[in-house]
């Protein structure tokens, strides 16, 4: 029984349910019905807002758009003057310029007449073929005053490369082509012809360390480094030309022939002229280019590639010799060469050295075949890359017969051959060399010009002569940066020449184009690797950076904005675009004919209005333009807080109320601004008395350099 009710006590009891629990009190329910209340007040009050919000948004956005339909309507009623005015407004300087630049060609071609020396018209074909063929007739061959002969030539072949850039007709360009082809052809018959001259006299210009004759001349055109090979020891490696900064290693096998070892440098490049002459299949560009296109010189100059087959065996292995003023040990370069050619009939070697300019160019052929089938045979893009420093004309000859006294008479063997080719075979080369080790290819070592700036580690093309155009190939290349030194190899004597990327600057980083005074303004580029500055006044441009290295010679230099640009690429400081460029260039995508628009009207105020680069160009779409313009009639630079942005369509500008540091883009207008058919108008809305008289001051020439600069660099389209 006990063990019963201690089972029974020990059971657990169930809670007993309480009603009286659950049951709210009056207060409770009071305030519960209180919060209920107040919450219903809540949204009653949320939604009056919600609606009194959205009607006020209804009633703004109308007025808004009743706002913005007024100003389209007013903007449709003075488009038409607007737009006639800014016709006259360009016509006016278009014709001023193009007067301007007739009378100038008009003005040089007098003063050409008026000096009555012998330098031709690069313009007239007849001046040019009758100033060839005196030249060619003339005997001499002392290297000076071949060089002199050369340099008045060279300044021709430089007006005629001026002229093919301009020229649109294409029977003018071909005969531009033509006259540039003959004149680099007798420059290269002459230097072909001197360096034979200096050669014959090798055995009189030993240096004595060496027990060979090396030398080294230059002028302003060309740096030659001449090596003859008398002693011809089996353990000559190379020899390092110090004044060039130049140097070469020869295979083993060559250290023991009759050679001749010539590196040319040629300031100029007329080889990457002749490879963009040659007609090529080339890709059809994606982008519109801004402002009328050229014609291609490819499709006119198939009719010149016959006078060029004989230069093009020249260079590429029987390459000419340049040179000036003096040797090494102290010898002038009188002594090297003999004023008049006093060794056979000057007519048959003439004769004959053009014979053996075709000969050469097949005779070389097996051997370009054998590079580029050892490198790469894929010819170099020469839009993606620029070549940069001039030509280096790296060939082997045969050395010439040297006098010998007997009985103290001179004995010479006539040979009327000319300076022949030595046709060096790497591949037999390799086979007859008993020491493995050592490379049959042929070394060569180049300091770095200080007149061009490398932005990147340059590379290295070779001249295919059988295709005239540039190719890769080279084996061990080195780059000591520290040194500003490339070193490397090659399976054969071919010229060569040093390239860089040709839009390596570029996206730009930023821009600014702000005025300095009436018709004179600073266009200012933070370039991808380098930041620089050109200051335009009238129709001149100077060219301004704090990197001086590769082109301290063309900084603070005033000259025209076509010189300019060719000095610039020339010195590796591109920052120019064409049609191909956005083929390398990976930017935003723009109506051209709104940036043509843009870029002329920007030049019309250039002179009291600055123009700046924008984060938003890029995020506004393909069809708009977006930059930061303000008022500025002072030199100093522009303060941050005056700038406002414009957005530029094909049909409207208008200022933004948004600013460069908003968070989102958005394209209403700015409260109390109108609309406006162009954008010269929209400026002047907020120009004062003084910038408006400062731009209808602006000179014709001030706006073509200011248009051409902008147009050249499209800063709006290449810019991240």
Known sequence: MVTGRLRTAMLPQKKKSSKKGHKLTKAQRARQQKEEEERKQREEEEARLLAQRQEQERIEREKKLKEIRRLELKDEERREGELEELHHLLQENQEKAAQWKTNTAETIKWERYMRCDSAPDPTEQRDINTY????????????????????????????????????????????FQESF?????????????????????ANKNINPETENMQTEIADDNVTLSLWANLRKRKRFKGFHFEKAGLGFELPKSLAVKDIAVRILHTRYDHLSVLARMTPKATHTPTCSSIGRSKESLGGVASSVMEKKESLKGEVGESDEVQSIHGSEGGKSSESLGSSKNTSGSWESRRSHVLTQMEMIGADSDPTATQFTKTGSDEAVDLMKYTPLGGVFYYGVFHLPPQAHLVNHWEIREI??????????????????????????HVGVSVMLPDWVLFLKTPKIALWDAAGTRWVGGVMDFTHQEAEAKVSFRMPSFQPFVLMQETYANLPFQSWELRPLSNNSAMFSIHGALLPLSITVQDNLCMLQSDQERGFAHILGKWMSRSALQRAMVKAGINIFVNEHTDRYVSTCRKDPNTELAAY???????????????????????????????????PTPVPEGLWSLYLLGAQRVQRLEMTEKSETFSVDHHPGSEFHSTFIHMLRDRMSPEGAARTRKSGFQFVEAVQGLLCSTRPLRFSS
């Open 181 to 201: 082809v003959n004149l680099q052809e007798i420059i290269h018959l002459k230097h072909t012809l001197a360096a034979e001259e200096i050669l014959k006299a």
């Open 132 to 175: 060839i063929s005196l030249w060619r007739d003339d005997p001499e061959v002392n290297i000076t005053q071949v060089l002199r002969q050369c340099h008045c030539a060279l300044q021709l072949t430089e007006e005629l490369e001026v002229l093919l850039e301009e020229v649109s007709d294409p029977q003018e360009a071909q005969k």
């Open 415 to 440: 040979v009327d051959s000319g300076l022949k080719v030595f046709l060096y075979n790497p591949e037999a080369s390799s086979s007859d060399d008993s020491e493995a080790s050592d490379s049959p």
């Open 600 to 634: 002329e009207q920007m030049a019309l105020f250039a002179s009291a209005c600055a123009f700046s680069w924008s984060r938003w160009n890029t995020k506004c779409g393909d069809e708009g333009l977006v930059m930061q313009v303000c008022e500025h009639l002072s």
